[in-house]
């Protein structure tokens, strides 16, 4: 049953050539460019507060979820043959466990795309929730915090959020190029 709750993040066990690069290349760049970035400003930069950049963030990706839901539903109801057609070679494949075997399964459009916006659905609610929570209790948790790593997990921390909100950046550019161009181009 708790598999359930992750298993949109199933998303990121797709191979393929060159969706590493959206899934971990791109979103450590710059996630890498942004901690760097606070290393040099982390006295100018409000990192939580009322008007910082948590907060800024979490206002933009609070809307996410609802357009990624929308889109999921279109994917799932858009009538054209192509959809149900395996993605050209190399073809993305996942393993799955189907009746206690695992599979290596091909994927349509269809099936990648609904599992790209599940997945994007999911990391755009973690991400609402860790901001809303790093917001609420920010300055308890760096109180709880030894003084000698604080900095350290200051660092970890903007990593994997940065990590996570590009990620959310670049599979959602991704999405949008299958849903705006690729899916009406033939696969010549």
């Not at 060159?18 to 971990?24: E, G, H």
């Not at 907060?55 to 539903?73: E, T």
Request: charge should be negative; proline fraction near 5%; charged fraction near 15%.
């Amino acid at each position: 049953m708790v598999s359930l709750i992750f298993r949109p993040f199933i998303f990121l066990l797709i191979k393929h050539p060159q969706k590493q690069f959206f899934d971990w290349i791109f979103p450590a760049i710059f996630s890498i460019a942004c901690v760097v970035f606070f290393v040099f400003y982390r006295e100018e930069i409000v990192l939580a507060g009322p008007g910082g950049l948590l907060d800024r963030i979490l206002a933009f990706v609070q809307i996410l979820p609802g357009f990624y839901i929308a889109a999921l539903a279109a994917i799932a109801t858009f009538n054209r043959q192509e959809m149900d057609d395996y993605m050209p070679e190399p073809t993305p494949k996942v393993k799955l466990v189907l009746g206690g075997q695992v599979n290596d399964i091909k994927l349509t459009r269809r099936r990648f795309l609904s599992m790209l916006f599940a997945y994007l659905t999911a990391a755009s609610i973690l991400l609402c929730v860790v901001s809303i929570f790093v917001l609420e209790s920010y300055s308890i948790v760096l109180d709880c915090i030894p003084s000698a790593i604080e900095v350290f997990v200051y660092f970890l921390f903007l990593f994997m959020y940065f990590f996570l909100f590009w990620q959310l950046i670049f599979e959602t550019m991704l999405g949008i190029y299958y849903l705006g161009e690729r899916i009406h181009q033939p696969d010549s």
